[in-house]
Structure formats: C-alpha cells, structure tokens
C-alpha cells in the first residue's frame, strides 16, 4: 500500500512552519491516542502514521529531502515503514512526548502509554550512521539491493541490552523510585514552584545496575559487524540521501537505535550524461552520413539502439528517444535520451579526396542555405542602410 504524503498526513500545506506542523501533531496524536480509542487498529495505525510525519517535517534537513525525491529520499518508499512503523509506542512517546506539555510527558488525564512516570524514564537513543553507496547508470534505472557489511554498536547477546548479567542484576532506584526524574518545590514570592530534573543517580533511567554483564561491562552494547540490506529505489541521483530507521548504532539499555543514512554517488557513464531524468549523447557523423542518411547505432542504458539519419541531417540538430532516459524518483515519468548531431570534418584529405571535394564545390547542393531570418533580413536590408 503506498504511504500518504506527509503533508496530508498532518493536514498543513508545504509552506507549513514549524510550529504549525507541531500543533497539526499534537492535535492528530491526541485524535488517535490509543487510550481514547482503545482496541481500534486504525487508529492506532493513524498515530504511527502522524507520528512518522512528524519525524519527518519537524526535521529540516529531512522535510529538504523529502520535498525534493519524496518517500524515497527520507527511507519511506523504499524500506517499508519509515519511522512510525520501526518503533513501538513507547519509542513514539518517548521520542515526541515533551510536545504535549510535562517531562516527556503523555497526556494530562490519559494513563496507558502516556502514563506520568512511566513517560518519564530517559530512553537513550543510538547515533546515526553515514555509508556512501556507488552506483551506474543501469542500477539507477532499475533500482538495486546491495549488501553492506557496516562496523556498528549492536545490541548485547548476553544481556539482550540490558546491561545487567541477569534478571536479578538491577533494582529500582531509590533516588527517584523508578521515575527517572526527581522533583523538587521551592517556595517562592509568587508561591511554590515545582521543577523535575534527570535523577541523577540512575541518569533517568529508573534503576541500577548492581551486577554488570560481563560481556558488555553494563553498556548494553557492543562493536560487531552487519551486514544490512539496502533497498536503492529507481531514479536516485548523486547526492541524494537516503535513510533507514533504526539500522544505526545501537543505544545503551536497550533504547532507541539510530537510523543509518545511505549518501548516493553516481558513477559516470562512459558515453552517456545525465541530465536531471533526461540522457544526452553526442553522435558524430561523417559528412557522407550526414549527407546521405542511413541508420546508425547509439548506446542506452540497456545496450544498443538503431536511430534513423535523415538525409541531409545538419550538425547540431537534436534526435529524441522517448522513455530511453531514467525514471523519477517519485513515479513521475521517465525522462527521454537526448542525441545531438555533430559532423566531423577531417583535419587532412589525399589528393583524390581533395579531387572530389572541389569537384562538389561549386555544386548548388552544397552551397550554404540562407535561414529563414537572413532572407528576410536581405529583404528589408535597405532599411537599415
């Protein structure tokens, strides 16, 4: 099923500013809450989908990329969940929690995922990772998997990321009582005044680890290969990132993992260029070709294609194969290959090649023919006299 258009999503326009895109969020999420729509699918689905929205067109560098190559350009269209559909909705609130009011906040009112302290326990987050991807032309055309094998931190075996060496390795602290954060009420002129600060003995965790796992000494991760997966789709170009939600570095304690962001280098074609989605190729004829026509052969993206000379076909003209170009990368077309007509005049000629040429010299056939704009220039020339 293909995804909505964000911006449809959130119901602002492409010229929404951050703070409308934030109350369109906020008045969706509330909408779709799980806990006022209890057993409802949907609209469950529709708070992921909103919330992935909003990761998106919050982020400027990511709303850039979607604007200009749409899903594609932010993992959307190509790795089958974006960032709503990789996370759970606890990932969700403790990722965009705070724009509701509170430390993380869920909803004033709501228990259930938004639950006060609950949603106040700090969820580490994994950094991002960059890798480059080469590609040709015919794997731009067509789109590509490739197989990358990145070094990154993943998650521990041994404590599946909890850092703790077993179930009965960690406790609650004490500190904050499993809150993650600390309040404190201090008297002031204007009457008391209540702040919540990151406990400082657990870190906003909400518990301690009294036995650290051996395997990671309580980090929860560890450095080790991957091999991941990446799904290029058709008509990327050099430049262009792509990202995939949760396939970065692993967080500590099991939180929230990076994306990985796939940077598009586009290796050159020996023959052809690109333009935007359109493909130009410079055809050089020899005067006999150009003069006599015939058929001739140019090279596309998957082989060969014979292109019909017209006799008398003049240098700089511009033949077209539709649909022989690259497609967009948003489905909007396919761009055509652009051939344009030079002639190669020899630098030297035998005596018997000179022969002939002086012998057409004089031949009206191959006298410069006036454009249409000289002759009326010649016409009116006393005009200007």
């Known amino acids: 099923m293909a995804k909505r258009d964000y911006y449809e999503v959130l119901g602002v326009s492409k010229n929404a500013t951050a703070e409308e895109i934030k109350k369109a969020y906020r008045k969706k999420a509330i909408q779709f809450h799980p806990d006022k729509n209890p057993g409802d699918k949907q609209a469950e689905e529709n708070f992921k989908e909103a919330a992935e929205a909003y990761d998106v067109l919050s982020d400027p560098q990511k709303r850039q990329r979607y604007d200009q190559f749409g899903h594609a350009g932010v993992g959307g269209a190509s790795q089958g969940g974006g960032f709503g559909g990789g996370m759970s909705m606890e990932d969700i609130f403790s990722q965009f929690g705070d724009i509701f009011g509170g430390h993380f906040g869920g909803f004033a009112g709501f228990g259930g995922f938004g639950g006060g302290s609950r949603g106040g326990r700090r969820v580490n987050r994994g950094s991002d990772l960059r890798v480059k991807v080469k590609l040709n032309l015919k794997e731009i055309a ?19 990321g909890s850092g703790a060496e077993d179930d009965h390795s960690t406790k609650t602290c004490d500190t904050c009582h499993g809150t993650g954060v600390v309040t404190r009420v201090t008297n002031t002129i204007l009457g008391q005044m209540q702040t919540q600060t990151t406990c400082p003995t657990c870190g906003g965790e909400g518990k301690i680890i009294t036995k650290k796992c051996a395997a990671c000494n309580g980090e929860g991760i560890v450095r080790d290969d991957e091999v991941i997966t990446i799904n290029i789709p058709a008509g990327v170009a050099e430049g262009m990132q792509l990202s995939m939600s949760g396939k970065g570095n692993a967080a500590r304690h099991g939180g929230i993992n990076g994306d990985l962001l796939i940077l598009v280098e586009e ?91 002086n012998g057409l010299e004089n031949s009206p056939n191959f006298q410069p023919k006036k454009s249409v704009k000289e002759k009326i220039f010649d016409k009116f020339r006393h005009m200007f006299d």
């Open 142 to 160: 067509t789109g590509v998997e490739k197989k990358i094998k990145v070094k990154k931190y993943v998650t521990c075996t041994h404590c599946h």
């Open 267 to 357: 290796e050159p074609h020996p023959e052809l260029i690109r333009d935007e989605n359109d493909l130009l190729y410079n055809l050089l004829l020899s005067v006999p070709q150009a003069a006599l026509g015939g058929t001739v052969e140019v090279p596309t993206i998957d082989g060969k294609a014979k292109v019909k000379i017209e006799p008398g076909t003049q240098p700089g003209k511009v033949l077209r194969l539709r649909n022989k170009g690259l497609p967009s990368v948003n489905s909007y077309g396919t761009g055509d290959l652009l051939i344009n007509v030079s002639v190669y005049i020899p630098e030297t000629l035998s005596d018997s090649e000179k022969k002939i040429m």
